[in-house]
């Protein structure tokens, strides 16, 4: 069974000035892969995945998403792709419902069908208590399912999230992670940022960035066999020690 | 057909959600709807409770019945409490320096015979302009009580009688740019509104990432800026239109030119604020660095160097050529020229193209530093 990639990236470059944010990375990820985007802060991650979604151009090279060009196609990119931030961005003077509506407005959705969408999503997620309440008076962790929720909406083909994780408790990042294999399961792809090791051990392949270049690439699995260590903590830190 | 018919539909979901965000925080609530009402009555109080009990006094040359009718419809008038006769020219100043009388009042010899004979009559005014305000006000109060009463004579008379007011403002002759707060006010709320608010509402986006993913969205990056301006836009017309209503209204102000004219003006104007409410939103991170630029670089100088509070004409040299470069000071003036001196494009079109160039300048420079940004 021959899977497709969704995302291929050439030595992919971004320069600010003199200072090289994102050097020459290649990597493919295939079709309904989780695929784990590792790195310590500043050493490129962002800057990466901000060239991946179409918001900033590349200095150098050439990456396709979704089978689109990020250099002539980024409208075709935004509009097969889901994004989710750090921040769990949802409107906190918004109800949930207004949410859901305003989220799938914007990607074009018809009434009809952010109408059946936010019902099927609110009973799968049993929010039918609180579709009138503002976002605001949501713990975080009904927040995190919400926004990554919306943020498939429009059946991306590709997720990206951007450490979806931080700051909530261990229980509520083990329930999200359910719901990233459940995506990933029914043939969406996961491109997924983090800072927790644990996590890493989750992905199906994982790269790790230091200073602007990819300097793994894997399983975890096969990164614990190459470094000689039992958990991919061990592995990072051998890498970012250097 | 579909594509546009989608994309308005986007731009009516957008404009929607903005409306909620301002509908549902009392801040920016206040800030839009109680401000504009707060400051013109607060001006407008101020300002009519000093012309109230304001003293006066009457140089009377002549003595007549027609300097008397004129007297005695001054002071029935609520604007004069006190008046004080005095019996020559000797003694203006004297009662000037005494503090108490703003304002004098010189009929000329022979008044109701010159005014039968020769059709017209002087009459001077000379007000203490120290306080240009009242000065200002004084002279136009009586110029009314006078233009009144000549309508009344003139009413079966076919030879017209001419009351000619001369006004001499004393010891502030530059009364070139008074204090009126109409036109100040205006431009206050108007630029508080669409810079202040505009600003503050893009930073909000960027502070709690929403703005990241509107961008990531199919959305472009105009259409997310034009979104989120329109209802700006339509509040601060909301709000001018307010204004001008609550001043013709309950201030009894004259708008002596085209309305439209000043529609068309203050449309132009809220444009230039909008392009620098985004400006602002590209150069700060916060809320509260928005909130501090818009204070600071936009209401300070609107407050002090745009002829709003302080006459231009006497700031020194270097204010000055920073007034210029205010957009305020320019729609101040086509303010003041439309509702006060109810002149037209004809003598505003000066104004009027430099205010057209700010806007285009600052809306090309605001939409390249967003690009910018988004890189």
Redesign the interface.
């Known amino acids: 069974m021959k899977k497709t990639n969704v995302i291929k990236a050439e030595n992919l470059t971004k320069m600010f000035g003199d200072f090289t944010a994102v050097n020459a990375i290649t990597f493919e990820v295939k079709k309904g892969e989780i695929f784990g985007f590792l790195g310590a802060n500043g050493a490129g991650k962002t800057t990466a995945m901000k060239m991946l ?5 590349p200095t150098s090279g050439n990456s396709e998403v979704a089978g689109f060009d990020v250099y002539k196609n980024t ?1 075709d990119i ?2 097969n ?1 889901g ?12 109800t949930v419902k ?1 949410n859901i ?3 799938g ?4 959705l018809s009434r009809t069908q952010i109408k059946e969408k936010r019902t099927a999503l609110i009973n799968e997620l049993g929010l039918q208590k609180v579709t009138n309440e503002l976002v605001s008076s949501l713990p975080l962790g009904w927040k995190q399912k919400l926004a990554f929720s919306v943020a498939l909406l429009h059946e991306p083909k590709i997720i ?1 999230l951007d450490e979806p994780t931080g700051g909530v408790d261990p229980i509520t990042r083990r329930q999200f992670w359910e719901m990233i294999y459940k995506t990933a399961y029914n043939g969406t792809t996961v491109f997924v940022t983090t800072h927790y090791m644990d996590e890493a051990e989750y992905c199906d392949r994982v790269s790790i960035m230091v200073d602007g270049k990819i300097e793994a690439l894997d399983t975890p699995k096969e990164l614990k066999k190459q470094y000689k260590v039992a958990s991919m903590n061990d592995v990072f830190l051998k890498l970012a020690r250097g | 057909m579909g594509r546009v018919g989608d994309g308005m539909k986007r731009f009516i979901g957008f404009i929607k959600k903005e409306f909620y965000h301002i509908f549902r925080d009392r801040r920016s609530l206040f800030i839009l709807f109680g401000m504009p009402i707060a400051q013109i009555m607060l001006f407008g109080f101020a300002i009519t409770n000093e012309i109230n009990n304001v003293d006066i006094a009457i140089l009377d040359k002549s003595k007549d019945a027609t300097t008397k009718e004129i007297i005695n419809k001054i002071s029935s008038s609520n604007y004069f409490s006190n008046r004080e006769a005095i019996e020559n020219e000797a003694e203006i100043e004297a009662v000037f320096k005494k503090g108490k009388v703003k304002a004098v009042l010189i009929f000329e010899n022979d008044f109701s015979k010159k005014l039968i004979k020769e059709n017209k009559a002087t009459i001077q005014i000379i007000t203490d302009a120290t306080d240009p305000n009242t000065a200002n006000t004084i002279s136009n109060f009586t110029n009314s009580i006078l233009r009144k009463y000549q309508q009344e004579i003139n009413k079966d008379i076919k030879i017209a009688y001419q009351i000619i007011p001369q006004t001499k403002m004393a010891y502030n002759a530059e009364l070139k740019s008074v204090f009126m707060f109409v036109p100040g006010v205006m431009t206050i709320i108007l630029m508080l509104v669409s810079a202040m608010m505009t600003s503050i509402s893009i930073t909000k986006e960027k502070e709690l990432g929403t703005m990241e993913i509107l961008l990531v969205s199919p959305l472009k990056p105009f259409q997310v800026i034009i979104g989120k301006v329109v209802p700006y836009i339509f509040l601060s017309i909301i709000n001018a239109v307010v204004i001008i209503a609550l001043s013709i209204f309950i201030f009894k102000m004259p708008v002596q030119g085209s309305l439209f004219l000043l529609g068309a003006e203050s449309v132009l104007f809220i444009i230039n604020a909008l392009s620098l409410g985004i400006l602002i939103s590209t150069i700060s991170e916060t809320q509260q660095t928005a909130m501090m630029v818009s204070l600071m670089g936009l209401l300070l100088p609107v407050m002090l160097l745009s002829g709003f509070i302080f006459p231009i004409s006497s700031m020194p040299n270097i204010l000055q050529i920073i007034s210029t470069i205010i957009p305020a000071t320019w729609y101040i003036i086509i303010l003041k020229g439309i509702m006060l001196k109810g002149v037209g494009l004809a003598i505003l079109w000066k104004e009027t193209l430099i205010l057209l160039g700010m806007t285009v300048f600052f809306m090309v420079l605001s939409i390249k530093k967003y690009k910018i940004r988004l890189e």
């Open positions: 979604i179409g918001i900033s151009t409208e935004k509009k792709i994004y989710m931030s750090q921040k769990f961005a949802l409107y906190d003077d918004l207004e509506t305003f989220f407005g914007i990607y074009g990206f």
